[in-house]
C-alpha cells in the first residue's frame, strides 16, 4: 500500500472521480498514454494543478509522453478506496432511498448497499432492486452479519439524527448524509453531506443569469 499523505486537499480527492471516467474511456479507445495536458484540456483545466492531483496517488508520468493510463486508473481507485468493497446500509426508502437503491453506478465505485430500512411498517417485507426491506428493529443484527461500513441516510429531515446516532452506535464511521439536516456526530464519524438543494441554486442562479 502507498505512503500516501496524512492530510489532503479535498478538492484534489474531489475531481479524481472526473480524472477517472475521462481515463475509463480513453483506455476503451485505445489510448497507453495520457498526458496532464490532455487531461487539463479536456476538462478545461491547469495542467498544473492536474499534476499536483495526480500526485497524490503516487503515480509518476514521463515527460513528453505521460501516464501510464490503465495504471493511472488503479492508483485511482486505490487511493479512493474503490478497489475493494465497501458494505453499506440505507436507512430511509422513500421516493429518494428507492433511486438510490435502484442505481447501478455505485459498483463501480465499490459501494453495495447490503441492506435497506425504513420505520413504515408497511413497508417490511416489500422488494425493491434486488432488497428486501427491512424494519429499523433488524438494524443491528443485519449490520452485524453484513460488517456494514457506511450508513447512507435518505430519510426525511425529522428523522435524519436519530437515525445516524443509530448508525454511530453499531460503530458505523462513515455516513453519506441525503438530508438537508446538519448531523450532530463524534469527531471520529466522517459524514459528507449530499445538497441537492444547493447544487440546483448554482445552476438556477445561472440560468436566471441568462435571461438578463
Do not use: C
Amino acid at each position: 500500500m502507498p505512503n500516501y499523505p496524512a492530510r489532503f486537499p479535498v478538492p484534489s480527492v474531489r475531481r479524481l472521480p472526473v480524472y477517472l471516467r475521462l481515463l475509463k474511456r480513453r483506455v476503451a479507445e485505445g489510448e497507453r498514454q495520457i498526458s496532464s495536458t490532455a487531461i487539463a484540456a479536456e476538462l478545461d483545466l491547469d495542467p498544473t494543478q492536474v499534476r499536483k492531483d495526480i500526485a497524490l496517488v503516487r503515480v509518476t508520468g514521463t515527460p513528453r509522453v505521460g501516464y501510464p493510463t490503465a495504471k493511472l486508473i488503479l492508483a485511482i481507485e486505490r487511493f479512493l478506496g474503490w478497489d475493494r468493497l465497501l458494505p453499506a446500509a440505507l436507512v430511509g426508502v422513500g421516493n429518494l432511498g428507492r433511486a438510490l437503491l435502484g442505481y447501478n453506478g455505485f459498483a463501480s465505485t465499490g459501494i453495495a448497499i447490503v441492506a435497506a430500512f425504513d420505520t413504515d411498517p408497511a413497508k417490511a417485507g416489500m422488494s425493491l432492486h434486488g432488497r428486501t426491506i427491512l424494519p429499523m428493529s433488524s438494524l443491528a443484527s443485519e449490520a452485524k452479519r453484513h460488517g456494514v461500513r457506511l450508513g447512507i441516510i435518505a430519510t426525511p429531515a425529522v428523522g435524519a439524527q436519530a437515525a445516524v446516532e443509530r448508525l454511530v452506535a453499531l460503530g458505523i464511521r462513515g455516513v453519506w448524509n441525503f438530508t438537508p439536516v446538519r448531523l450532530e456526530t463524534p469527531s471520529n464519524v466522517a459524514v459528507e453531506n449530499v445538497d441537492l438543494s444547493t447544487s440546483f441554486a448554482a445552476l438556477s442562479f445561472r440560468l436566471a443569469q441568462s435571461k438578463r
